[in-house]
């Protein structure tokens, strides 16, 4: 029977590339308005916060503010504790155990932020009412997720998971991303809910460097379910990654300066009228 445990995370890994997976994030942190002013600490939440890296980044716009990363991954969290305590400007950085499937805000939040979580979350959207009620007024939801599952390098992946050798070993793990939404999708949810919303996408083609760099990328972060799967059979694992590898090879062959691999993303933002 296929492995039906949550994908095993990596931190190191999937830090390899920090600088392109940090991007969005940028763009995203750029595009949400300034907190609603008040006479206390703004109260943030980052859902999804991997190994800490990206909340720091939070700190960095709101320096006074009480910021808690919430993760599901034991390994994530154990990375991301590096940054808990005191910020210099005067807040606080501190991580919680939550997944993203189930959490539930039990105090009102400034804004609530998920970077390149939701798309492992079946049915987010379900959600967003409880997280924008839990919003202040003039308080923001501000979501990125990935948009290139019909890339290469997902079809491929998908095409041998499901291949007659490895159906019966890996199974549909990889498949969560069907819930990711399109951006016109947020943006009708999110207005729904009465918010003032603004969604986009962007494809960044990113130029990566090193031996079989798509191969690596993915490690990081599709693959964990696969590679999950696999954790006890060395010998399938290798030889799954040695398949996977011929294939990206064939589909983004490196070029004088390193391999070309488009990246599609997806963001969505509401704010909370104030009145």
């Known amino acids: 029977m296929p492995n039906s445990r949550k994908p095993t995370w990596d931190p190191q890994q999937y830090l390899r590339h920090s600088g392109h997976r940090t991007r969005p994030f940028h763009d995203l942190l750029a595009r949400i308005p300034d907190l609603p002013a008040r006479d206390r600490p703004a109260r943030i939440a980052d859902l999804g916060c991997g190994p800490g890296n990206v909340t720091t980044l939070l700190a960095g ?30 807040g606080s950085l501190d991580f919680r155990h939550a997944d ?3 959490w539930v805000p039990d105090e009102p939040f400034d804004l609530i932020v998920s970077n390149a979580a939701l798309q492992w979350v079946p049915g987010h959207s379900a959600s967003f009412a409880a997280w924008t009620g839990a919003l202040t007024p003039g308080g923001t939801f501000a979501l990125q997720v990935p948009g290139n599952f019909t890339s290469p390098s997902h079809a491929i992946l998908d095409d041998l998971i499901d291949s007659p050798q490895w159906r019966p070993r890996v199974g549909p793990h990889a498949r969560r991303y069907v819930h990711v939404l ?21 494809t960044y083609i990113q130029l990566l460097r090193g031996e079989d760099p798509v191969l690596d990328w993915v490690k990081g972060t599709a693959l964990r379910p696969v590679l999950t799967a696999l954790a006890e059979d060395e010998a399938a694992r290798t030889e799954f990654l040695a ?17 070309v691999f488009p990246f599609r993303r997806i963001f969505a933002l509401g704010r909370k009228p104030v009145g």
């Open 61 to 90: 716009r709101w320096p006074g503010a009480r910021i808690t990363g919430f993760d599901s991954s034991p390994e994530m969290l154990a990375a991301a504790a590096r940054y808990a305590g005191p910020t210099p400007g005067g």
């Open 100 to 102: 993203a499937a189930d």
């Open 182 to 202: 399109e951006a016109w999708e947020y943006l009708g949810h999110l207005t729904d809910l009465g918010c003032e919303a603004d969604a986009w996408e962007t």
């Open 243 to 259: 398949q996977y590898r011929d294939l990206l090879r064939k589909a983004y062959p490196p070029g004088p300066h390193g391999t």
